[in-house]
């Protein structure tokens, strides 16, 4: 970006005794040569974000191929499985923030090129993994990398457009996350069709090298210019925190049981770290992010709404691959094909989502959505285990276009509440919740699901004889390992498989009415403190001796 200028406008010597006869440039004045480019920068950063955003939903649809024994998968067990997506979670979440201040400080570029570099290299060796083990550690890796890349592209994004084009260019960008989850189980498909499992990590690699060129081509550098002293306290408390908290909640997810005191007590621990974070920033004369932004009401409610709608997508998305899959017996690609209209949804209606906010108000708008994703959870109880397939995919299309209308206001929000040169801690403040928030979706939303069916279907299992009790309380852990005990016992086996239809289709059930009663309570809180309309643009940065200069004027 344009570095502030020292020149006072006039073409002779400076005179100190006298104020400036005409004002200095502005500070974030854009290039016109960057404002040109400004789409074919998008379109790079929409690049780096595909892979990042895609690489997380396209392993779904390996786990059962990495389950496999060697040769054609690694032999890994459920734990292992779990520990390979949660292990790129994990370091991804934690390092959000900190990755955003580094790219504020050190240049968003710069951290853009590391963390795609990083990520292609995490891809090279999880690919070529020869262990679960491996695996595990590789995904981290790949953690690594996308906790660089995530923040630093909306952060650029903020940085090329001006402000009257921000809207538009933040749908695109959210446009672009929605297509990149329904994508992921597509092209995951197709190529465990045609190659083994390790193509799901490898086909990353040309898209990371594409990536890098059009980056050094076409990407502009920005950074804060004024950034004050490093706060390694501050950093060090985050990314603790962070970790503890996505940990428990991770935890919780896998043993189904939130009260269990290794989940609560992480949990906790994380939030105890975290509040210990905020005093921290509120009493640091060079606070990492300022606590104060945290005092509007809008700020929040447009924070609490992304993690809002994105527990109510992840969570989503992650019981109906089992009911497309182990109930209606779809193929993986399949199912990725059926998941497309909510992806289709988001990538048609984000870009537009400013002609509504513009016409409405930010708060009519993103209420009103957050109705209708309420309304097509609600929609969800109309699946049975016969029901015509187009429900489903009509009530995805609604719910695709309500989220469309989400998330570009509510980031916008946020990006804009904060001065351009902290785009990048904006970033990653907006990248934290959605993640914390797309987490606790998969483990709340998870636990309900697994808790319910296991209640449904143990009366089942309890009535069949000759089967041991270790064997009857495994089968009841999943659809997926109750259909496979019914698998061993043949055709007696045939009555179990539809009491097990049954038991999901009423555990889903009970999980989509809690997620459309956690959509209802952010409409809530959009309608409460959102404002109608966007406010004004936050100051230009500018060195404390233009401003004195200013104030002089």
Request: proline share 7%; aromatic share 8%; with cysteine.
């Amino acid at each position: 970006m344009a570095a502030p200028s020292d020149s006072s406008g006039s073409s002779g010597p400076s005179d100190p005794s006298r104020p400036p006869t005409s004002p200095a440039p502005p500070v974030w004045e854009i290039p016109e040569r960057i404002h040109r480019r400004r789409w074919a920068i998008l379109s790079t950063l929409m690049l780096s974000l595909l892979i990042v955003v895609l690489d997380n939903s396209i392993l779904n649809v390996a786990m059962k191929t990495i389950a496999t024994p060697s040769p054609a998968g690694l032999g890994a067990t459920q734990s292992e499985l779990e520990w390979a997506i949660n292990s790129y979670t994990l370091v991804f979440a934690g390092l959000l923030f900190t990755s955003g201040l580094l790219g504020d400080r050190l240049g968003r570029k710069k951290v853009l090129l590391f963390g795609l570099a990083v990520f292609g290299t995490g891809s090279v060796l999880a690919a070529f993994a020869g262990s679960p083990t491996e695996l595990i550690v590789f995904r981290a890796v790949m953690g690594l990398g996308g906790a660089f890349v995530m923040p630093a592209t909306l952060a650029v994004l903020m940085n090329v457009f001006e402000r009257e084009e921000q809207p538009k260019a933040i749908g695109v960008w959210a446009g672009g996350v929605g297509l990149a989850i329904a994508i992921g189980p597509i092209a995951g498909g197709l190529l465990l069709d045609r190659f083994w499992w390790g193509s799901v990590f490898l086909v990353n690699v040309p898209i990371v090298l594409i990536a890098l060129i059009a980056m050094l081509i076409l990407v502009p550098d920005s950074k804060d210019p004024r950034p004050g002293r490093l706060d390694p306290v501050g950093v060090l408390l985050s990314v603790v925190g962070l970790v503890l908290l996505v940990y428990g909640i991770i935890k919780g997810g896998q043993l189904a049981d939130f009260t269990a005191p290794q989940v609560y007590g992480t949990i906790a621990g994380g939030v105890v770290v975290l509040a210990a974070f905020v005093v921290h920033q509120k009493r640091s004369d060079h606070p990492s992010i300022d606590i104060g932004y945290f005092r509007n009401p809008a700020f929040c409610a447009a924070i609490a709404a992304i993690a809002l709608v994105f527990f109510s997508l992840m969570g989503v998305t992650f019981f109906i691959v089992f009911y497309v899959q182990s109930v209606r017996g779809y193929s993986p690609l399949q199912a990725g094909l059926l998941i497309l209209p909510l992806a289709a949804a988001q990538m048609i209606f984000a870009p537009r989502a400013r002609l509504a906010v513009d016409r409405y108000g930010a708060r009519a708008v993103c209420a009103f959505s957050m109705f209708v994703v309420a309304d097509t959870m609600v929609g969800l109880l109309l699946l049975d285990v016969d029901s015509p397939i187009w429900i489903m995919e009509a009530l995805f299309f609604l719910q695709g276009a309500a989220m469309a209308h989400i998330m570009p206001p509510v980031t916008v929000t946020v990006m804009q509440a904060l001065p351009r040169e902290k785009a990048g801690s904006g970033s990653a403040l907006n990248n934290v919740f959605r993640q914390v928030g797309g987490t606790l979706g998969v483990a709340v939303l998870g636990s309900l699901l697994s808790t319910t069916y296991r209640d449904g279907i143990q009366g089942r299992l309890d009535a069949m004889p000759g089967i041991p009790a270790g064997a009857r309380h495994a089968a009841g852990e999943s659809i997926e390992a109750t259909l496979g005990l019914a698998g061993r016992l043949g055709p007696a086996g045939r009555s179990l498989v539809a009491a097990a239809d049954d038991a999901f289709i009423d555990a889903m059930h009970v999980t989509a009415l809690s997620s459309a009663a956690v959509s209802v309570l952010g409409a809530g809180l959009v309608l409460a403190f959102l404002p109608g309309k966007m406010g004004p643009a936050p100051q230009a940065a500018e060195p404390r001796d233009e401003r004195r200069a200013g104030a002089a004027r």
